[in-house]
């Protein structure tokens, strides 16, 4: 099956400073990238996703991007905000099958004043 | 606009006892999941419904017991609880057959569960 590792665990930066968050998948299987923020007391939500047919993708202040060769994709944060402060989760899956999505073990970034 | 919601939000049992764990969507989803998060370890499945009237296992089904009572409701019930099971419980919906969005994913808010 797959297997999803995400790096790093713990992440602080300085309000304004960029932030990433690299993972990398072992399923060549795998084509949907989903990204995942979680609020302390909530559930994650979704907040970019890619397929693997583009190799990077931006909405605003965050980015992903996407090497299927080296079966790796990152998470980028620029102008980081306190709001952003959060656990972060990537996931993979072969595209339509919701349930297959395993998901990192998590990052925690907190964004300082 | 309610999306998945879930209840308990908080519960403590003793060993040995027995809980459900309800969950309703308001999206008109055809699939369902519960997850269970521990630290360190993200979100692992523990059974899903890929759509009314069927349920499947996940990755750490063991302990655990589900029912898709209609397209809206999916229940977890922990038949005799155990200290492992301290955790916090996710219920999810998608929607499979949306077409591209048809992978994501809609959490609950969450249930934490304690066992003593």
């Known amino acids: 099956g797959e297997n999803v590792e995400q790096h790093p665990s713990t992440l602080s930066v300085q309000e304004g400073d960029s932030a990433v968050i690299k993972c990398t998948y072992s399923?060549?299987?795998?084509?949907?990238f989903p990204w995942y923020k979680q609020e302390l007391g909530k559930g994650p939500q979704l907040i970019i996703d890619i397929r693997s047919n583009v190799g990077e993708k931006k909405d605003q202040r965050i980015a992903v991007t996407l090497n299927k060769t080296a079966k790796h994709f990152s998470l980028h944060i620029t102008e980081t905000q306190p709001e952003d402060s959060a656990v972060y989760f990537c996931?993979?899956?072969?595209?339509?099958?919701?349930?297959?999505?395993?998901f990192g073990s998590g990052t925690q970034l907190t964004v300082l004043p | 606009n309610a999306g998945v919601t879930q209840t308990p939000k908080f519960q403590v049992l003793k060993t040995g006892q027995s809980m459900t764990l309800q969950c309703a969507q308001d999206m008109n989803h055809n699939s369902m999941y519960w997850y269970r998060q521990d630290p360190g370890m993200g979100l692992r499945l523990i059974y899903y419904s890929a759509s009314e009237g069927t349920t499947d296992k996940g990755e750490v089904p063991n302990g655990y017991n589900v029912s898709r009572l209609n397209k809206r409701e999916f229940s977890l019930r922990l038949e005799s609880a155990a200290p492992s099971q301290t955790s916090v419980y996710f219920c999810a919906s998608s929607d499979v057959n949306s077409g591209s969005s048809g992978n994501t994913i809609y959490f609950g808010e969450g249930s934490w569960l304690t066992v003593v």
């Open positions: 996931a993979a899956t072969p595209l339509g099958s919701a349930r297959q999505l395993t």
């Open positions: 399923d060549s299987a795998s084509n949907y």
